[in-house]
């Protein structure tokens, strides 16, 4: 089946430092890639997506590429604010299968010290 | 305002009762989810359904039901069949097409059942 991985959490930075969360992902067909944020206590919003090899998906200073050699979907900053502290899920979907449903990875938890 | 809403925001029941999570759309999508998402993990889905009067099994679908009489509306039922009830659950739609667009999300109820 499909399945995403994220790096290991908690991640902590301080503000104005670079940020790479990693993801990698399987997938039986050819997916679409995406990023969700997740602010305490809110729903997930969407951040960045990417539907084909070697597209970037970019929004709010954060970047992420679509590599498909190497199954991976590693979202980017340059440098971090501390509004920026949530949870990031990296998500993948197939189209037209399974009702084109979103498999989630488990999270990293991004705290930014001022 | 286009959107997802969810209601009520927290939901407190006794163990052995049914509850209803209501999840309502005025973004004309199609297709719409639900998600039960624990403490430090991703996101796994219940239910979805694709149109009207049709719904599918996800991968956590015991002790839950459904139901999509209009396009607008698809309710999920947490029944006393459940084992451990007590989640984030959200709601999220998305517009039926050839390609794989992004699910939007609703912010979310937050059950609780002693």
């Known amino acids: 089946g499909d399945s995403v991985t994220q790096m290991e959490g908690p991640v902590t930075l301080s503000e104005e430092a670079f940020l790479t969360i990693n993801c990698t992902y399987t997938a039986t067909g050819y997916p679409s890639l995406f990023w969700y944020v997740q602010y305490p206590g809110e729903g997930l919003q969407l951040l960045l997506k990417?539907?084909?090899?070697?597209d970037k998906g970019s929004n709010k200073g954060f970047e992420a590429t679509y590599r498909k050699e190497t199954t991976s979907f590693h979202l980017e900053k340059g440098s971090v604010q501390v509004s920026d502290s949530a949870v990031y899920f990296c998500a993948l979907s197939v189209p037209q299968t399974s009702g084109s449903r979103l498999t989630f990875g488990e999270g990293t938890q991004l705290t930014v010290n001022p | 305002d286009g959107g997802i809403t969810q209601s009520p925001k927290y939901l407190f029941r006794k163990e052995g009762q049914n509850v209803t999570l209501s999840c309502e759309q005025n973004l004309n999508h199609d297709a719409m989810y639900w998600y039960r998402q624990d403490p430090g993990q991703g996101l796994r889905l219940i239910y979805y359904?694709?149109?009207?009067?049709?719904?599918q099994k996800g991968d956590i679908a015991e002790g839950y039901s459904v139901s999509r009489e209009k396009k607008e509306s698809f309710p999920l039922t947490v029944t006393s069949a459940q084992k451990n009830p007590t989640a984030f659950y959200l709601c999220a739609s998305r517009q039926n097409g050839r390609y794989s667009y992004e699910q939007y999300f609703g912010p979310g109820t937050r059950l609780t059942v002693t």
């Open positions: 359904s694709q149109i009207v009067n049709d719904f």
């Open positions: 990417a539907t084909k090899a070697d």
